[in-house]
T-cell receptor, first 115, second 110 residues
Framework: GENVEQHPSTLSVQEGDSAVIKCTYS??????FPWYKQELGKGPQLIID?????GEKKDQRIAVTLNKTAKHFSLHITETQPEDSAVYFC??????????????FGAGTRLAVHP | DGGITQSPKYLFRKEGQNVTLSCEQN?????MYWYRQDPGQGLRLIYY???????QKGDIAEGYSVSREKKESFPLTVTSAQKNPTAFYLC?????????FGQGTRLTVV
């Protein structure tokens, strides 16, 4: 079935360093790839997304890249700050099946940014 | 968040009890979803609804029930048939591709 694998499960960096989180998806029909940030005790918030007709998208310190051939996409955070510490989830949405195109989530990456 | 209200924030259930989690939205989104989140795992889809008076089972619907009588509301009932209900429950809505989440309800069986 459809699957999204996310690595690493935990990531620890020093403030100012870059952080990279990678995801691989199984459904070649997937066409939308969002990234969510979840702080402790809160719901996930969409931070950036990319569609299958685009290879890269940037928003200030955050960027996402997509390699459709290899079926993987990555989140890049530059100049990390302590407030970037959270759990990050990737997801992939495939083609419509049964009237609904399901969002499949990765297992999450716990990012810790140390001052 | 910012238009999706989940209540209560914390909920305690005794074994054998049914409990209902509330989700209300003022975003005018057609689609609404319930996800379950367990430690170290991604979000798993319980139920979804694309339109009023219609809903579909997700990947882990057993032991749960929903209703969608109004566009704004999508309550989730955790029944006694759900053997391991302790988890963080998230409601979400969407209009196009993007999904927006509420702040969650943490359910604990005592």
């Amino acid at each position: 079935g459809e699957n999204v694998e996310q690595h690493p499960s935990t990531l620890s960096v020093q403030e100012g360093d870059s952080a990279v989180i990678k995801c691989t998806y199984s459904d070649s029909a997937s066409n939308y790839f969002p990234w969510y940030k979840q702080e402790l005790g809160k719901g996930p918030q969409l931070i950036i997304d990319i569609r299958s007709n685009v290879g890269e998208k940037k928003d200030q310190r955050i960027a996402v890249t997509l390699n459709k051939t290899a079926k993987h996409f990555s989140l890049h955070i530059t100049e990390t700050q302590p407030e970037d510490s959270a759990v990050y989830f990737c997801a992939a949405k495939g083609a419509i099946s049964g009237g609904y195109n399901k969002l499949i989530f990765g297992a999450g990456t716990r990012l810790a940014v140390h001052p | 968040d910012g238009g999706i209200t989940q209540s209560p924030k914390y909920l305690f259930r005794k074994e054998g009890q049914n409990v209902t989690l509330s989700c209300e939205q003022n975003l005018n989104h057609d689609a609404m979803y319930w996800y379950r989140q367990d430690p170290g795992q991604g979000l798993r889809l319980i139920y979804y609804s694309q339109i009023v008076n219609d809903f579909q089972k997700g990947d882990i619907a057993e032991g749960y029930s929903v209703s969608r009588e109004k566009k704004e509301s999508f309550p989730l009932t955790v029944t006694s048939a759900q053997k391991n209900p302790t988890a963080f429950y998230l409601c979400a809505t969407s209009w196009t591709a993007e999904a927006f989440f509420g702040q969650g309800t943490r359910l604990t069986v005592v």
